[in-house]
């Protein structure tokens, strides 16, 4: 189930943070922000977009986990990303083109999002140059830089090691994310990872 909550103080604060950490915001477009933003709570297990749905949201993760993933032609799914605390979250595909989603959002953990009707978001994007720079900022880190390094780590970089950056970089990751998730992830299958945690254990004193 779903339903939606008041926006607090905590909230707003949040939004600012996280845009602020791409770009600086002025005041009054973070208010717009807020002035259009929405709280969106989830159960573990709910799909926030599923395959073959066309988004109309954008939405900052305030508490919680959510992954997404495909299914092939066999039905077997893919899993395409883990969104944690402070990430964005949907399709810009989707809401982009006005078209259906190749890929489901579920909840893996109760879990509270910070909504922005996309349509509404694309208008102060338009009226504001520095969520405009907050846009280009955010492309560049999240789909130049981070995309380009995640695929470079899976050709370059052995398994263990990817294994060891991610849970350095993400601690407690492995209470809150089974490791099938964290697996497809890294680019290895389930075996593999149990193998990797498995050897590193036996090499702890």
Do not use: C
């Not at 959002?105 to 140059?129: C, D, H, M, Q, V």
Request: proline content about 3%.
């Amino acid at each position: 189930m779903s339903n939606a909550m008041n926006l607090t103080e905590s909230h707003s604060l949040f939004i600012k943070r996280v845009f602020n950490s791409y770009y600086p915001i002025k005041e009054n477009t973070i208010s717009q922000l807020i002035a259009i933003a929405k709280i969106k709570k989830i159960d573990k297990g709910d799909l926030l977009l599923d395959i073959g749905q066309t988004s109309k949201n954008i939405y900052i993760l305030y508490q919680g986990i959510i992954i997404s993933y495909f299914l092939s032609q066999n039905g077997s799914q893919y899993h395409k990303n883990i969104f944690l605390e402070g990430h964005f979250v949907g399709s810009t595909v989707s809401a982009l083109k006005n078209e259906p989603s190749h890929f489901a959002l579920e909840a893996i953990e109760n879990t509270i999002l910070i909504s922005f009707k996309y349509a509404s978001f694309r208008e102060l994007l338009n009226s504001n140059p520095d969520l405009k720079n907050f846009y280009i900022a955010y492309l560049e880190k999240n789909w130049v830089i981070d995309k380009e390094k995640r695929e470079i780590e899976i050709v370059m970089k052995e398994a263990v090691e990817r294994y060891l950056d991610f849970i350095h970089s993400h601690p407690n990751i492995e209470r809150r994310v089974p490791l099938h998730y964290i697996a497809s992830h890294l680019g290895i299958t389930p075996t593999q990872l149990s193998r990797i945690r498995k050897k590193i254990k036996e090499k702890r004193p």
